[in-house]
C-alpha cells in the first residue's frame, strides 16, 4: 500500500493535484490508517496514470470522469475525443490562414475579405484620410447589425471598382460631406452636396433598396429594429449640416 506522496511519485503528480481529483470524484477516496494517512493500492495507481495521460490528450476532467466509467465504451470515448479534436485543429488552421492572410495583406481584421481587397485598392489610388476610416466603421457597424444591407452596399462598392472617374467623383463627394463638420446646416452646399450625392448614387439606389428589404425579411422584428438603432448611431454621429445632407436624401 502507498501513502498519497508516494502515489504522486509514482505517477508523475503533484500531491495537491491528486487531493483534487479526490474533492472532483474523479479518484476515489482510499482506506485511512488509524492515523488517518490514506493508503492506495495499485487500482489506484493505474486509474490515476490513466487520468494524467487522459489530461496530456487535452481531455476535461469532467470527460474523463465519463471515459473512465464502468459505463462507457473506453474505444468509443476516445473516438469522440479524436473527433473534437480534429474539429479543433482544423479551427487552428482556417485562424492560422486567417492570420496569415492580415499579415500578407494588411487587412483590417473587422472587416470580409472581400471589403478588405477593396478598400486596399482604393487606399492605391486615394491618400490616406479619416474618410476612408469612416466608410471602414460604417462597414463595419453594418455587417454586424445589418448584414444583408452590407452585402447590398458591398455590391455599390464591387460595382465601382475599374471606374476610377467614379471613384474620384465619390471621393470628392465624401470630402465636401466631411467638410461640412463644422457648417451650418442652412449652408449652400447642403442642399448642393445632397443634390450630387443622389445622383451619383441614382444607379445604384436599386440594389441597396434590395439589401434593405432583405435585411428587414428574415430578421423578422429584431432585424428590424437593430436596423433602426443602427441608423439611430450612425446619424446622431455626424454634425448638423452633415445630418440635413442625410435627411435631403430620404424620400
Known amino acids: 500500500m502507498l501513502r498519497i506522496g508516494e502515489l504522486a511519485a509514482l505517477a508523475g503528480v503533484t500531491t495537491r493535484t491528486i487531493r483534487h481529483y479526490h474533492q472532483v470524484a474523479l479518484l476515489a477516496e482510499p482506506p485511512r490508517t488509524a492515523a488517518g494517512y490514506r493508503l492506495y493500492g495499485m487500482a489506484d495507481v493505474v486509474r490515476l496514470i490513466r487520468i494524467r495521460r487522459l489530461t496530456a490528450l487535452g481531455m476535461s476532467l469532467p470527460d474523463i470522469g465519463r471515459v473512465l466509467s464502468p459505463r462507457q465504451d473506453l474505444r468509443e470515448a476516445l473516438a469522440d475525443l479524436d473527433a473534437d479534436l480534429a474539429r479543433e485543429e482544423e479551427a487552428v488552421r482556417r485562424q492560422r490562414a486567417m492570420l496569415a492572410e492580415l499579415m500578407h495583406t494588411g487587412r483590417d481584421p473587422a472587416l470580409t475579405p472581400e471589403m478588405g ?135
Open 117 to 251: 481587397h477593396i478598400f486596399a485598392e482604393l487606399e492605391q489610388i486615394f491618400p490616406s484620410h479619416p474618410l476612408l476610416e469612416r466608410e471602414r466603421e460604417t462597414i463595419t457597424l453594418l455587417e454586424a447589425a445589418a448584414p444583408e444591407a452590407a452585402r447590398a452596399l458591398t455590391g455599390v462598392y464591387r460595382m465601382s471598382m475599374g471606374d476610377e472617374r467614379l471613384q474620384r467623383r465619390m471621393w470628392d463627394i465624401g470630402l465636401r460631406f466631411e467638410a461640412l463638420q463644422d457648417a451650418s446646416p442652412d449652408d449652400p452646399e447642403v442642399a448642393a452636396l445632397a443634390a450630387e450625392l443622389a445622383d451619383a448614387l441614382r444607379p445604384f439606389m436599386d440594389a441597396v433598396s434590395a439589401g434593405d428589404r432583405a435585411a428587414a425579411g428574415p430578421g423578422g422584428p429584431a432585424g428590424a429594429v437593430a436596423g433602426e438603432t443602427l441608423s439611430a448611431m450612425m446619424v446622431g454621429s455626424l454634425s448638423p449640416a452633415q445630418r440635413r445632407v442625410v435627411e435631403l436624401l430620404t424620400p
